[in-house]
């Protein structure tokens, strides 16, 4: 639950002003891993964390970002922002005061306060949310008036020139585009989506395997490198395959042989998931929910055998969770190496599920896992500023 009270108070406290406060979500992948990148589908669902940014301008040329969760405060003069990361939490607000001033927005002086409830490594973008927040609260004090779509292209400027991590849109995007109780499918080379709803007798549960991840460097990164390197071949046979998104699985069967084997694996997983994830919308928007759970299945078989960016925490997770009753499907979401499990459970069920996912996993790995019960919820949006501030306002006009 956000703590939207309890972050005006501190700002308040802190900055000596009362802030106009935004939300951004952290979000949960239903099916579609590392295919934004290769300009494929994606179909996540914001959920019900986010981070709040609390914002008021001021008048002495400073920028002051406080951090509640990492209770830690950094100062800038406006005119002389830090020119790159420097593994900080504030790199995120900071990589977004560069994309904005690169795209020729002028950054005011300001006070922001930043109170997240994501968990952080988790694999469900508590990053993106940041600089999601971060930015339509900064840009509520500009006047500019940017589209939401644009927002989270910027957003994801920032993670990767400015944070240094080569994500694709797709968290961004769903921070932005979110829209309640529905799943997004993304085509992320024209990003248009359209919102499927999500049968209301479901749950989304996810489970944490405590197995932290991290995106700036690393596997990530690698992985990324190795589908490039298949596109790259793929694009000597048939030069109109800009990205693994014009790839079919016939070009695999083809040339896959001239690819290392790593690389003809990534690409396998990508091209394959592809086509997958389209199916999965077309099932969810069908009620095919066999279907879906099917896809599910398969695509976390796909991650964790030919991406190989699963663990066996994760997996067991998996495992577990197929011999449920009342679970359609589940698979590892996120950028992988650890993170969280997506589990689609009949509500009727979700109590006793979680529960006993907790209790075997414990048997199993000794480690206590944290299930949250998570609803599918909206993206970026102004929160109502006097009363019933747990109620949240509509999304800005200005930010479509
Ligand atoms: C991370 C990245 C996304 C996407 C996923 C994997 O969350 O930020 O852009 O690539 O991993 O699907």
Redesign the pocket.
């Known amino acids: 639950m956000l703590e939207v009270t309890a972050t005006r108070s501190l700002h308040v406290q802190r900055f000596g002003h009362n802030p106009a406060i935004f939300a951004a979500p952290g ?1 949960v ?1 239903i099916i ?6 290769a300009d494929g589908f ?1 179909m996540p669902a914001a959920i019900d964390f986010a981070t709040l940014a609390a914002i008021t301008p001021r008048s002495d040329g400073t920028v002051a970002i406080h951090s509640v969760n990492f209770d830690e405060q950094i100062n800038y003069p406006v005119d002389n922002l830090p020119p790159k990361a420097s593994h900080h939490w504030s790199d995120y607000p900071l990589g977004v005061l560069s994309v904005l001033r690169e795209a020729g927005v002028p950054i005011p002086a300001f006070s922001l306060t930043l109170n997240g409830d994501v968990p952080i490594g988790a ?1 469900l ?1 508590s ?2 949310s940041i600089e999601v927040a971060s930015m339509v609260a900064v840009l509520s004090l500009t006047g500019a008036d940017i589209a939401m779509t644009r927002v989270a292209q910027l957003c ?1 400027r920032a ?1 990767n020139h400015f944070v240094g ?1 080569s ?6 995007f769903i921070a932005c585009c979110g829209a309640e109780n529905h799943a997004l499918l993304l085509d992320c080379r024209s990003l248009e989506y359209r919102l499927a709803p999500i049968p209301s007798h479901l749950s989304l549960v996810i489970a944490n395997s405590m197995v932290k991840h991290s ?1 700036a460097g690393g596997e ?1 990164n690698t992985r ?1 490198a190795e589908v490039e390197e298949g596109t790259e071949l793929l694009r000597r046979h048939r030069p109109e395959i800009r990205r693994l998104r014009d790839a079919t699985p016939d070009d695999l069967a083809r040339w896959g042989h001239e690819m290392r084997p790593e690389v003809l694996k990534r690409c396998r997983h990508i091209i394959t998931e592809n086509i997958r994830t389209v199916a999965a919308a077309d099932a969810l928007e069908a009620g095919d929910l066999k279907t879906l759970g099917r896809l599910m299945y398969e695509a976390h078989a796909s991650f964790r055998n030919d991406f190989e960016a699963s663990c066996p925490e994760v997996d067991i997770l998996v495992d577990l969770a197929s011999k449920e009753p009342g679970c359609i499907g589940a698979r590892l979401t ?3 190496f650890g993170g969280c499990t997506v589990n689609l459970v009949e509500n009727a069920r979700a109590q006793a599920f979680s529960e006993r996912l907790h209790e075997e996993y414990r048997e199993a790995t000794g480690i206590e896992a944290d299930i949250y019960l998570c609803h599918a919820s909206a993206g970026a949006h102004r929160i109502a500023s006097t009363e019933g501030e747990t109620q949240l306002a509509k999304q800005l006009p200005s930010f479509h």
């Open positions: 979000r992948n579609g891993e590392h295919t934004d990148y994606v694999g973008s990053s993106a994801q993670e991590a994500t694709g849109i797709m968290d961004q995106h990530y990324r996120g950028g992988g």
